[in-house]
């Protein structure tokens, strides 16, 4: 295989509804269905096999808990939107980025261009300072890519969710409560997550035939503090609650509705079909995918680039507000008008100052 450096292809909705009917769409799929799959009834805190590509990958996300810790944010105080120190620490993430995959076992150097485009691109935008399920997305493609060109097997699927995969997350709220990252677009995940889609997807299969615990739950806080250790949907519950004011009927209102559905095997595949549409099928989110030689563009050339298309980074824009035109500031700064004393939840997680 000849490796290339990724770009963006999808510019226009008639390439994107080429993508859903091409070979790396229906890749990406049953990629996220096999994790998915892998997942059932299984804790996060269950005993799993660690390979040696996983091993490599959990050091490498240390690697970048360690860079922020050496990146401290701006005195910013002034402004509840991102803080630009993360453009400090997007850029050291970029230059560490090719060392950081040569650790990886069996990993050919001439890959390096290509794959390490989904794994910088997987921490935000660097010059909106925003995160979202796109950015999310680039992380899911960037295992994907590991698994493809041999560093990673199937037999890794388990401890690539509940371990690679939620150390990602652990360290991305780090990242969010730090530098106060905005979510992307201009209404953050529909009512999920401000930033994310994935842990609610991944959290619902592993509470799949649940003998006890249903999707009503996550009204109950003592249930989502004892449950928090061990499902992802509960733990992301859990840091919603910590960071936002009400209930999340005002706040979240999407999983509020999804708290009536009565089993968990209709939450998540109802997670699935949620994320083809929301996700894989929105060209505010999709415009900004990465394709190269192991995740190939099959579809219509790009239109023409035209000068609004230079100015906003190569893309266009076909809706009013859903990409770049927005800023929404971080919920982590909005926290500070919050009463003393409220811990947000997470490892490692920054508080935020409180006047």
């Not at 990406?28 to 805190?45: D, P, Y």
């Not at 910088?120 to 925003?130: C, L, M």
């Not at 699927?157 to 371990?163: F, G, P, T, Y």
Request: charged share 20%; net charge negative.
């Amino acid at each position: 295989m000849t490796f290339q450096a990724p770009r963006k292809r999808i510019l226009s909705n008639p390439q994107l509804t080429a993508f859903q009917s091409s070979n790396t769409y229906n890749a990406i799929v049953t990629h996220i269905e096999a994790l998915n799959n892998s997942v059932t009834g299984v804790k996060l805190t269950d005993q799993v096999s660690i390979s040696p590509g996983v091993k490599a990958i959990l050091e490498i996300l240390d690697k970048i808990e360690d860079v922020v810790k050496g990146t401290p944010p701006m005195d910013n105080k002034a402004s509840r939107f991102g803080n630009p120190a993360f453009r400090i620490f997007y850029d050291k993430v970029d230059d560490l980025a090719p060392s950081l995959h040569a650790t990886l076992p069996h990993f050919p150097e001439d890959a390096t261009a290509e794959v390490s485009a989904y794994f910088v691109n997987s921490w935000g935008n660097r010059e909106r300072i925003d995160y979202g399920s796109g950015m999310e997305l680039n992380f899911l493609c960037w295992l994907m890519c590991l698994e493809r060109i041999g560093v990673l097997g199937e037999s890794d699927h388990i401890a690539l969710v509940i371990r690679a995969f939620w150390r990602y997350i652990q360290v991305m709220r780090i990242l969010q409560s730090t530098y106060w990252l905005e979510p992307a677009g201009s209404h953050g995940v529909w009512g999920l997550d401000d930033y994310h889609f994935l842990p609610f997807l991944f959290g619902s299969a592993q509470l799949r035939g649940h003998k006890y615990v249903r999707p009503k739950a996550i009204h109950d806080n003592e249930v989502v503090d004892e449950l928090a250790n061990d499902y992802m949907y509960f733990a992301c519950i859990k840091f919603i609650n910590s960071i936002k004011t009400a209930s999340l009927r005002w706040h979240s209102p999407m999983l509020d509705d999804i708290s009536a559905v009565k089993t968990w095997e209709k939450v998540n595949a109802g997670m699935i079909k949620m994320y083809k549409a929301e996700v894989l099928g929105k060209l505010p989110v999709m415009q900004h995918f990465l394709f190269g030689s192991i995740l190939p563009y099959e579809g219509p050339p790009p239109p023409s680039e035209t000068g609004n298309e230079r100015k906003h980074g190569g893309h266009v824009h076909e809706g009013w507000g859903d990409c770049c035109g927005i800023p929404i500031p971080s919920a982590f700064a909005a926290a500070q008008e919050r009463e003393e004393g409220k811990k947000i939840e997470g490892p490692g997680i920054r508080p935020v100052p409180f006047d």
